[in-house]
């Protein structure tokens, strides 16, 4: 079972499609056990709350150095039970004391093909921009696992959409993010049943 801590800065459109595949039941193996944002007004806290799911609001501002905070992040996190995080539009990196912790059990949604269009500065529109001016004809979402470097983790799974002629940022973003919503639940689905067959394996 994947026991899952959400993290987001904004308003959780993933988050919703996760819950959304839970509710429906094709995703399972999964349950959510908090839900994280550096953002107090973020939206995925609201949508959080409105499940009665745990919500906390966490942010380095919160705390005199890196150390502390995220002592205070794997403290929220083990009190939780919490053994697998999926970062939903976090738009902050995670210490690497925390990624240390859950060393291949931490995973991301990128809006690009990677390993092209990632790294420091690739998110939102940011990433759509560079895929048009690079006059790209396909982009699409990535599910990868995260490591200290942004966006270098292997790469779980990809779906791609084509880039059409006259496309704005905006445009290749809404069509990217539909892809998304449905990439992620399909990828923890996938890693949920690698680890249910590995732990059938073992006992």
Known sequence: MLNVAVFGSGTGSNFRSILAAI?????TGVTIRLVVSNNAEAGIL???RAHALPALHLSQKQFPDEESFAAAMLSALRERGVNFIALAGYLKRVPSSVVAAYRNRIVNIHPALLPRFGGAGMY?????E???????????????????E???GPVILQKTV?????DTPESLAARVLTVEHELYPEALSMIAAREAKENAAHT
Do not use: F
């Not at 509710?23 to 995703?27: H, R, S, V």
């Not at 939102?124 to 759509?128: C, D, I, K």
């Open 162 to 166: 084509p880039v059409l002629p006259g």
């Open 23 to 27: 509710d429906q039941g094709t995703l």
């Open 130 to 148: 560079a895929v048009i001016a690079a006059g790209e004809k396909a982009s699409g979402a990535s599910v990868h696992y995260v490591d200290e």
């Open 46 to 48: 609201s949508t959080a």
């Open 150 to 152: 942004y966006d270098r």
């Open 124 to 128: 939102g529109l940011h990433v759509h």
